[in-house]
């Protein structure tokens, strides 16, 4: 028996965008140990005689410590071979999987990555773009709250730009953020906030970056949400196409 650790991202939420590679993963575990934003259903994967054992980490809730789950890791992995660690999004967008694989490798366990779909990719869902031509040529990626309870200082930086930024773990600070674009001339830009994309529970609401908290509010929003600030919050077009008969379009 060889311990291994696989670390695989499964996604915004939406059960069906995961990667066949993951997977495949997930069907020759173990163990597999699995966070709060991993859809369970993916656990149906799983061999009869997987060991499951739920880790879930959600903001501001008590919750299992890293420490805890890092340890426990290795602990499986010793004791029944490989083990899958199955964490929402992707784990190396904010999801310290860096800090799981790097705890298992000093201590002798081969490991594996298999990435996931980003939640800050699922908001296509919501019909709005990264980028856009004519309304965004880039986007920034920032955490909206520090281990220290801060604002990141490239929030700062990312409000004087013309660029999309996508803020996760924001919603504790939606009045600071607000604060900051109006401060850098940017309160009217449009923004938009979206609840569990791409899941059947997705809740969106728009407005101006000023207006951040008022959105929040009047849609009823909370976490897991992304804050997205941007022109192309409005990039899609919000009409229904109807589409034609064939008969009427050959006629």
């Known amino acids: 028996m060889k311990p291994k650790l696989t670390l695989i991202g499964a996604g915004p939420g939406d059960p069906e965008l995961i990667t066949l590679k993951a997977v495949k993963a997930l069907q020759k575990a173990d163990v597999v140990l699995y966070d709060a934003l991993a859809?369970?259903?993916?656990?149906?994967?799983?061999?009869?005689?997987?060991?499951i054992i739920y880790v879930g980490k959600r903001g501001h809730t008590r919750?299992?410590?890293?420490?805890?789950i890092n340890f426990l890791i290795v602990e499986k992995a010793y004791e029944k071979g490989h083990v899958v660690r199955l964490k929402g999004g992707d784990p190396f967008i904010f999801g310290r999987g860096n800090e799981e694989i790097n705890f298992a490798r000093e201590r002798g366990i081969e490991t594996a990555f298999v990435p996931g779909i980003s939640s800050i990719q699922a908001l296509g869902a919501a019909d709005i773009p990264l980028t856009s031509r004519g309304f965004s040529d880039g986007f920034w990626v920032i955490t909206g709250h520090k281990a220290d309870g801060s604002l990141s200082k490239d929030l700062e930086l990312a409000a004087q730009s013309t660029a999309t930024v996508i803020i996760l773990m924001g919603m504790?600070?939606?009045?600071?953020?607000a604060e900051l674009f109006a401060k850098a001339g940017r309160g009217s830009t449009p923004a938009a906030i979206v609840q569990n994309a791409s899941t059947v529970h997705q809740?969106?609401?728009?407005?101006?970056?000023?207006?951040?908290p008022q959105i929040a509010q009047s849609n009823n929003l909370s976490n897991p949400a992304l804050i997205?600030?941007?022109d192309v919050v409005n990039a899609l077009r919000s009409d229904k196409f109807t589409q034609l008969k064939s008969a009427e379009i050959y006629s």
């Not at 859809?39 to 060991?51: A, D, I, R, T, W």
């Not at 919750?63 to 805890?68: A, C, E, L, N, V």
């Not at 809740?203 to 951040?212: D, E, I, S, T």
Request: aromatic residues 2%.
């Open 39 to 51: 859809n369970s259903v993916l656990l149906e994967y799983c061999s009869p005689h997987c060991e």
């Open 228 to 230: 997205v600030i941007g």
């Open 203 to 212: 809740k969106v609401g728009k407005g101006l970056a000023k207006n951040l």
């Open 172 to 177: 504790s600070r939606l009045p600071r953020i």
């Open 63 to 68: 919750s299992i410590s890293q420490d805890s």
